[in-house]
């Protein structure tokens, strides 16, 4: 199988699609919550990948008032109580044996060891809240990054640049001369895509759904240089420090 060498500085991780799954969890929590607002759930599920909750909300809540008519704070609580519930409807699925409803994909546990055990600089940038992200990461066995970028941290969500920028800027603060094209962004929505590529970082994507591999194809390819694998199982670390990774990345049918 051919295979790609990619040598950067840095790497910044989404989150949810990219190493963990909490599609169950999820889609239990927002069928509720869709139910209580009158809500089409498959409309909101094609506006939700990579966005964030504070934005779907204002775009879909209609009670105890329009989303769009909230205010900031009143949009702030409304999303921290949707995914505090996400996390608590994970640990009910399985107190009552119906899986754990949150899982790290295939490939993350091992090839995060390897950065961590070799000292590099990584991160994630996601569009989760801090309040959902820190347990559902845990919940899968992976402990925060010193370097988190969360939904209410930024003023403008995926795809502008701001989250990856703000990642980036942190990162340099471990690393005063790290450059955008320094930092691998690995991630799995095209909105994250547009984000990476605005923000001037390379790009691994991630097919981490069969039935939006071309959706995923025809998003990253439109970034130059992107590399797409299906999972994390193609990516190695053949070595890693404090200021540098080389990763050996498999090449499957599906790299753009």
């Known amino acids: 199988m051919p295979a790609v060498e990619l040598t950067v500085k840095a790497i910044l991780f989404d989150s949810d699609g990219t190493l963990i799954d909490s599609t169950p969890a999820v889609k239990r929590t927002i069928a509720r919550w869709c139910a209580v607002q009158q809500v089409d759930p498959r409309e909101f599920a094609a506006a939700q990948h990579g966005t964030r909750a504070k934005d779907l909300l204002r775009r879909f809540a209609t009670t105890p008032k329009k989303g769009s008519e909230m205010s900031e704070e009143e949009?702030?609580?409304a999303v921290e109580e949707l995914e505090k519930s996400v996390g608590e409807t994970a640990r009910q699925m399985k107190a009552h044996g119906e899986g754990s409803g949150i899982v790290a994909l295939p490939g993350v546990l091992e090839l995060l060891a390897k950065l961590q055990g070799g000292g590099?600089?990584?991160g994630i940038v996601t569009s989760a809240t801090r309040i959902h992200a820190v347990p559902a990461l845990e919940i899968a066995g992976i402990l925060a990054p010193p370097v988190m970028v969360t939904g209410e941290q930024v003023s403008a969500g995926k795809p502008s640049p701001e989250?990856?920028?703000?990642?980036?800027?942190r990162l340099r603060d471990l690393q005063p001369d790290l450059m955008p094209l320094d930092v691998l962004v690995v991630e799995?929505?095209?909105a994250g895509f547009e984000s990476a590529y605005s923000a001037g970082?390379?790009?691994l994507a991630v097919c981490t759904e069969p039935v939006e591999a071309a959706e995923v194809q025809e998003a990253a390819s439109k970034v130059n240089g992107a590399v797409v694998v299906k999972d994390?199982?193609?990516?190695?670390v053949l070595q890693c420090s404090s200021e540098s990774i080389t990763l050996r990345v498999e090449l499957a049918d599906i790299v753009v």
């Open 201 to 203: 970082a390379r790009l």
């Open 75 to 77: 949009l702030d609580a």
């Open 120 to 122: 590099a600089q990584w």
């Open 232 to 236: 994390l199982t193609a990516v190695s």
């Open 188 to 190: 799995d929505a095209p």
């Open 163 to 169: 989250p990856y920028l703000i990642g980036i800027d």
